[in-house]
Every structure is written in structure tokens, then in C-alpha cells.
């Protein structure tokens, strides 16, 4: 069990570091080498932003739910590392916006457009805001400033997870999305339940 717990603590450091890599690496890929990054890497970076919000959206769930099994709770604490994994590939693109055109960029969120419900976008602005704020505060710093508000802060998790799906099942009719929609919402609610039998 010590090894396992080390294992963990080892895994969160590392996929920190890689979250850094990326946002250090990828706005800049992205605004010099545009035509280096194809269609299908980009989809692939997606898939991975959605696959590990995915698992930050289960574990909680699955460790309330499975309270006997003793190699679930641990992975509790991985859910900061997967969760700044996940929104580090969303910030890295919304840097890349930023860097090629500030101005534009920021302008855009007073436009009526950029609230559209057309093609769904509201959903993915929902998702990056959300991505933003969670990236912010997650971090130790935040937790001790904010106090009670950061884990109602932390909570955007669910929004961040459900506003992208849909985004991403609307847009792109992605089954798999919408299969990873209704196993989070049937764990959550599960564990809800449980949770409240207990108080």
C-alpha cells in the first residue's frame, strides 16, 4: 500500500509537469508552426482533454461508492493532476488566440456571437471559462485565499465536463461522449444518494 501511495504522489507531480510542458509548449506550436499541428493531432488532444476530465468526473464517485475497495480512495488525489491535464490542453489553444490576436479575441466575448446558441457554441465557451477558472485555483494558494468559496469554485468541474460533452456530442455526434455523459451522471447520483444516507 506505501509503494501504491508513492506511486500516486509520483504520478501527480509528473502529470503536472507535463500539464506545464504543454501549456509552455503547445500556444506556441500553435501560433508558429500552425500547419505542424494537423486536423487529427488537435481532434487527439481533445479526446485527451476530454478522457482525463472524464476520469477526474468518476473517481470521486467510484471512491464513495466503493468504500471497501482501499486502491480506490487513493486516486482521490490524483483528480488535481488529471483535472489541470485536461484544462491545460483548452488553455494552451485559448493562449494560442491570445498571442495571434488579443485584441479580437477579447473583444469577441461582448458579441453577441460569442454567446450564440448557434452550432452550440455557448457550450464550448461555457467549457474553456470554466477550464480557466479551474486552472486558477488549483492550487493550494487559492484554496487557503478563498476558503468555503473554493470548493464551490471547484465544482465548475461539472460544468466544465457536461457543457463540453454536449458540445462535443452536438458537434461532432460523438457516441462516446454521450456514453461518458451517462456513466458521470449515474455514479454522481449514485454516490449522491449513498453520501446522504449516511448523514
Do not use: C
Request: proline content about 3%; hydrophobic content about 55%.
Amino acid at each position: 500500500m506505501k509503494n501504491y501511495l508513492y506511486t500516486i504522489q509520483f504520478l501527480q507531480k509528473f502529470l503536472l509537469g507535463i500539464s506545464i510542458l504543454i501549456m509552455l509548449i503547445l500556444p506556441l506550436l500553435i501560433v508558429f508552426l500552425p500547419n505542424g499541428l494537423s486536423e487529427s493531432i488537435t481532434f487527439r488532444l481533445y479526446d485527451l482533454s476530454h478522457l482525463t476530465i472524464f476520469l477526474v468526473m468518476i473517481i470521486r464517485p467510484l471512491a464513495d461508492i466503493l468504500t471497501k475497495t482501499k486502491l480506490i480512495r487513493p486516486l482521490v488525489i490524483l483528480r488535481k493532476s488529471v483535472g489541470v491535464l485536461s484544462a491545460s490542453v483548452i488553455i494552451s489553444f485559448i493562449f494560442a488566440k491570445i498571442i495571434i490576436d488579443p485584441t479580437n479575441y477579447f473583444a469577441s466575448f461582448f458579441t453577441a456571437n460569442y454567446w450564440s446558441l448557434n452550432n452550440y457554441l455557448i457550450l464550448a465557451h461555457l467549457a474553456d471559462i470554466s477550464a480557466i477558472l479551474l486552472l486558477i485555483t488549483s492550487n493550494n494558494f487559492s484554496k487557503r485565499i478563498l476558503g468555503v468559496w473554493w470548493k464551490r469554485i471547484q465544482k465548475l468541474s461539472y460544468l466544465y465536463f457536461y457543457a463540453s460533452s454536449f458540445y462535443v456530442f452536438y458537434t461532432l455526434d460523438n457516441n462516446i461522449v454521450l456514453f461518458s455523459i451517462i456513466i458521470v451522471t449515474v455514479l454522481t447520483t449514485i454516490a449522491y444518494i449513498i453520501n446522504r444516507k449516511k448523514y
